[in-house]
Each structure stands twice: as C-alpha cells, then as structure tokens.
C-alpha cells in the first residue's frame, strides 16, 4: 500500500508544538515532511519521524516568493514535485495558490477534525481552546462550522 506523502508548512507544526499535540501527525500519517526553508523557521526541537527536504524546483519555489511567505513557497514547491502528496497550510493566501495548482491541502483545524473522526481525541472544541490561547486566530464563523463538523 503506498503510503501518503505529507508536507507540512510552519504553522501547524509550531500550532501543534505549542499545545503539546504534534504527536496526532504522527498517528494520523506516520511521517511528515517540511522543508529546508520550513525547518529554518521553527526554533523548537522536532521528533525525527518529521523529515527535511530540499528536493523541489528552486525556480518554482522563486517564482511562488513573489506572492507568499518563504516557508509556503517552499512547501508548496516540494508539494508539486511530488504528485498525490497532501499539504498543511493555514494561511489563506497560501492554501489559495496551493489549490490553484491543484494541490490536496488540509490545515490544523482539517487534522483535529480527523483526529476526532478517528477516536484520537476526545474533545476537538479543547483543542481549538488551547490554540487560541497560543495566539492561533480563527474567525468565530469557522469556529462554529469547524464544532458542528466536531459533532461538539
């Protein structure tokens, strides 16, 4: 079975360090991906089941800087380079590109979803609480959809 390959951009990551949850990654992918540029940008120490890469198209991931931050277009260019893979990214602009390319996003709210949908967590609205008080914004709209799909 071939497994999926996951790439993930610097907030959910540091969103999931900062609550004491990166360990759902794992149970939920088994091994995940960010990038060179990524890696640079988090000043926490990261379990080694999180690879590093810099296997993308420099000439993608400069053209992508003109419009996102860094470490998006990064993550979005090692995305492209390998078909099928699935993306974490939160910020808008960010998902937005990554779409238009055709790209399989999801973000920190789409792994608690999944996480609560797979037993792995009790309570997805706890989670959403902890990330708010970790700076992590979401507008009380999406807060309420993101409940109502938790079932909470």
Same mark, same amino acid.
């Given at each position: 079975?071939?497994e999926l390959l996951?790439?993930?951009d610097?907030?959910s990551l540091?969103?999931?360090?900062?609550?004491?949850?990166?360990?759902l990654l794992?149970?939920?992918?088994?091994?995940?991906i960010n990038t060179d540029?990524?890696?640079?940008?988090?000043q926490a120490?990261l379990?080694?089941?999180i690879e590093v890469? /810099?296997?993308?198209?420099l000439?993608?991931?400069q053209?992508?800087q003109?419009?996102?931050h860094l470490?998006?277009?990064?993550?979005? /260019?090692l995305a492209l380079?390998?078909?099928?893979?699935?993306l974490i990214?939160?910020?808008?602009?960010?998902r937005s590109?990554?779409?238009?390319?055709?790209?399989s996003?999801?973000g920190?709210?789409?792994?608690i979803?999944?996480?609560?949908?797979?037993g792995?967590?009790?309570?997805?609205r706890?989670m959403l609480?902890?990330?708010e008080i970790h700076?992590?914004?979401l507008?009380?709209k999406?807060?309420?959809q993101i409940?109502?799909m938790?079932?909470?």
């Amino acid at each position: 079975m071939h497994e999926l390959l996951v790439i993930a951009d610097f907030s959910s990551l540091i969103a999931f360090v900062a609550i004491g949850e990166l360990d759902l990654l794992v149970k939920l992918y088994h091994k995940v991906i960010n990038t060179d540029v990524v890696r640079q940008e988090i000043q926490a120490d990261l379990p080694n089941w999180i690879e590093v890469s /810099s296997n993308y198209d420099l000439t993608q991931f400069q053209i992508l800087q003109l419009e996102l931050h860094l470490g998006e277009a990064s993550a979005i /260019s090692l995305a492209l380079e390998n078909p099928g893979s699935k993306l974490i990214i939160d910020e808008f602009k960010g998902r937005s590109v990554a779409k238009r390319l055709g790209l399989s996003v999801t973000g920190t709210t789409g792994i608690i979803i999944k996480a609560k949908e797979q037993g792995l967590i009790i309570s997805g609205r706890e989670m959403l609480v902890k990330l708010e008080i970790h700076g992590f914004w979401l507008s009380d709209k999406l807060k309420k959809q993101i409940i109502a799909m938790l079932n909470e």
